[in-house]
């Protein structure tokens, strides 16, 4: 999921836009001067664009949709629902859009203030009241604000492994156990994108609707808005529907994996949907939470002028990386996140975006409310640089820029760090020290190991190697092989994770295992496996 910790954290939440044409294979107009490259450039043409990504980014399928002055323009499939299977994606076709579920939990959240039953700088206490931090005082003043914003003090993906992969913990365990994570930085002093507090913010609506998350998301958006075919739970697919299957990198090439249910944490990422309901969405963000006028004229809202200026208004500042040269052009101005979006410009416009991404599944929505332009780019496989290629290109095409290459100068920096990523493990193993040997024999590490926030994990023998289970995750399940000295690195059997992580011990004086960390070892691996965040202790073991 691009990877996440570099490009799939984009991918969660941000994206970049393209523009493109007015229907498949149109190409548009051009208005802007000629592109600097020396090197021509092919002008924009939605089918052969999609296509090439398809192709240079190894995706089995791409729905795209695209709404311009309030009319859908796009609702267009390319490729394959399922690689070994020759049914196309189409507009109809179901991807999950797992992190841009957050704009419907935001907007579900700024139809309660308009409806006078919480307001946005509420204690949350008042509205859970069990409801409890790490620290007290940040309990005391998270507001309902903060669990928008990505600046509670949580490290970067805090706490995931409660819910990523499928686990067996509840929504109500997840908000419970937040109280055992301990802060990375101090209260709303730096952004960090977190998914548990948006499963908090869920839990809000569910309270105050008394209903579930995804029945009051249907009752409240979904319905009104005209999205019949978009789903809150996988649970509701059934055999025969026209469903995407999701596929990872396994081995360097995409495969079908099994799906990835997580109804623990439907706040965050609780949306199936495709490129005709997206499109409807679009339009409705882009009206400010106005409905299709009805038969009778009369003015129909999902929220109010107010509330869709806080929606988009920033709230937490975003550091802005420097890109490389060939993607000077993208760099922003300003970066910050709003409630449920990401805020920043791009050819001079404001652009509120966020970013998916779920085993499978990466997805990407743009909206340009000055161009009254609306943009959505889903895949069924985890293809960040995809996203990120095919967002530019529709965005300079629909704002009359002079078509770049993104295309290949995206593909290229992506092959590029990828190699680097490579050869940096590859360095790391072949410096590691061969000789040395783990400090205890191999029964000495068995045994139950327990984490304040995630629980337990358990370390077995299994003929001559050790094998890590984590408790309440069912497919996190490896192989221990042994690296240098107390440090082994746990090879998880479903291979489409690409999480492999380290597990270091560290001994008590009298040779006593005193815990056990861990971390991935690639950068690459996405930031959800937050391994790091464990400090796992030996169970005593009753005499």
């Known amino acids: 999921m691009m990877t996440r910790t570099s490009s799939a954290l984009l991918t969660h939440i941000a994206g970049a836009v393209l523009v493109a044409f007015c229907g498949a294979g149109l190409a548009v107009a051009q208005t802007a001067a000629a592109p600097t490259t020396t090197a021509a450039v092919p002008a924009y043409n939605l089918d052969a664009d999609v296509?090439?990504?398809?192709?240079?980014?190894?995706?089995?399928?791409?729905?795209?949709?695209?709404?311009?002055?309030?009319?859908?323009?796009?609702?267009?499939?390319?490729?394959?629902?399922?690689?070994?299977?020759?049914?196309?994606?189409?507009?109809?076709?179901?991807?999950?859009?797992?992190?841009?579920?957050?704009?419907?939990?935001?907007?579900?959240?700024?139809?309660?203030?308009?409806?006078?039953?919480?307001?946005?700088?509420?204690?949350?206490?008042?509205?859970?009241?069990?409801?409890?931090?790490?620290?007290?005082?940040?309990?005391?003043?998270?507001?309902?604000?903060?669990?928008?914003?990505?600046?509670?003090?949580?490290?970067?993906?805090?706490?995931?492994?409660?819910?990523?992969?499928?686990?067996?913990?509840?929504?109500?365990?997840?908000?419970?156990?937040?109280?055992?994570?301990?802060?990375?930085?101090?209260?709303?002093?730096?952004?960090?994108y977190d998914n548990l507090l948006y499963i908090v913010a869920g839990k809000i609506i569910a309270q105050k609707s008394g209903k579930d998350w995804g029945t009051?998301?249907?009752?409240?958006?979904?319905?009104?808005?005209?999205?019949?075919?978009?789903?809150?739970?996988?649970?509701?697919?059934?055999?025969?529907?026209?469903?995407?299957?999701?596929?990872?990198?396994?081995?360097?090439?995409?495969?079908?994996?099994?799906?990835?249910?997580?109804?623990?944490?439907?706040?965050?990422?609780?949306?199936?949907?495709?490129?005709?309901?997206?499109?409807?969405?679009?339009?409705?963000?882009?009206?400010?939470?106005?409905?299709?006028?009805?038969?009778?004229?009369?003015?129909?809202?999902?929220?109010?002028?107010?509330?869709?200026?806080?929606?988009?208004?920033?709230?937490?500042?975003?550091?802005?990386?420097?890109?490389?040269?060939?993607?000077?052009?993208?760099?922003?101005?300003?970066?910050?996140?709003?409630?449920?979006?990401?805020?920043?410009?791009?050819?001079?416009?404001l652009v509120a975006m966020h970013g998916g991404a779920l085993q499978g599944f990466y997805s990407r929505v743009l909206l340009v409310p000055e161009a009254k332009l609306g943009i959505a780019i889903f895949t069924n496989a985890e293809s960040g640089p995809s996203l990120n290629a095919l967002q530019y290109r529709l965005l300079d095409g629909y704002l009359g820029v002079a078509p770049t290459d993104w295309i290949g100068r995206i593909a290229a920096i992506a092959n590029e760090a990828s190699a680097k990523e490579a050869a940096r493990i590859q360095d790391e193993g072949a410096t590691r020290a061969k000789a040395s040997k783990p400090s205890l024999a191999l029964q000495e590490y068995e045994g139950e190991y327990e984490d304040a926030w995630y629980g337990k994990a358990t370390i077995r023998r299994a003929g001559s190697k050790l094998v890590m289970s984590f408790a309440r995750t069912p497919d996190l399940t490896g192989e221990m092989e042994h690296f240098q000295h107390d440090t082994f690195i746990v090879r998880w059997k479903e291979r489409n994770f690409n999480a492999d992580a380290y597990a270091t011990f560290s001994l008590e004086p009298d040779g006593t295992i005193e815990r056990l960390r861990m971390k991935p070892v690639s950068t690459e691996t996405d930031f959800s496996y937050d391994f790091q965040d464990l400090l796992f202790t030996p169970v005593k073991k009753a005499k």
């Open 216 to 349: 009051t998301m249907h009752e409240w958006i979904l319905d009104p808005v005209g999205m019949t075919a978009t789903t809150t739970s996988l649970a509701a697919h059934t055999a025969g529907m026209n469903v995407s299957a999701p596929h990872s990198n396994i081995n360097g090439k995409a495969a079908v994996v099994k799906p990835m249910p997580v109804a623990n944490a439907v706040g965050a990422v609780g949306i199936n949907t495709n490129a005709e309901d997206i499109a409807r969405w679009m339009n409705v963000l882009l009206d400010n939470g106005r409905l299709p006028t009805g038969a009778g004229g009369k003015e129909v809202r999902l929220w109010s002028d107010k509330q869709a200026r806080e929606m988009w208004t920033a709230q937490t500042p975003m550091a802005i990386s420097q890109p490389k040269p060939p993607l000077a052009a993208t760099r922003p101005n300003f970066m910050a996140y709003g409630l449920g979006f990401q805020l920043r410009d791009y050819q001079g416009k």
């Open 51 to 192: 296509q090439r990504v398809l192709k240079t980014f190894d995706v089995p399928g791409i729905a795209i949709a695209v709404v311009k002055d309030g009319k859908v323009v796009v609702t267009q499939g390319f490729g394959v629902r399922k690689l070994g299977d020759p049914t196309p994606v189409d507009g109809k076709t179901l991807f999950e859009i797992a992190s841009n579920s957050k704009a419907f939990t935001a907007a579900g959240l700024a139809m309660l203030v308009d409806q006078g039953k919480l307001n946005w700088d509420d204690p949350v206490i008042k509205h859970l009241p069990d409801f409890r931090m790490y620290d007290s005082y940040v309990t005391a003043e998270m507001t309902v604000r903060d669990l928008l914003t990505h600046r509670s003090g949580l490290g970067l993906g805090a706490g995931d492994l409660m819910w990523w992969p499928t686990s067996t913990f509840t929504s109500d365990e997840i908000i419970h156990n937040l109280r055992y994570i301990k802060p990375a930085t101090s209260f709303r002093s730096s952004y960090a």
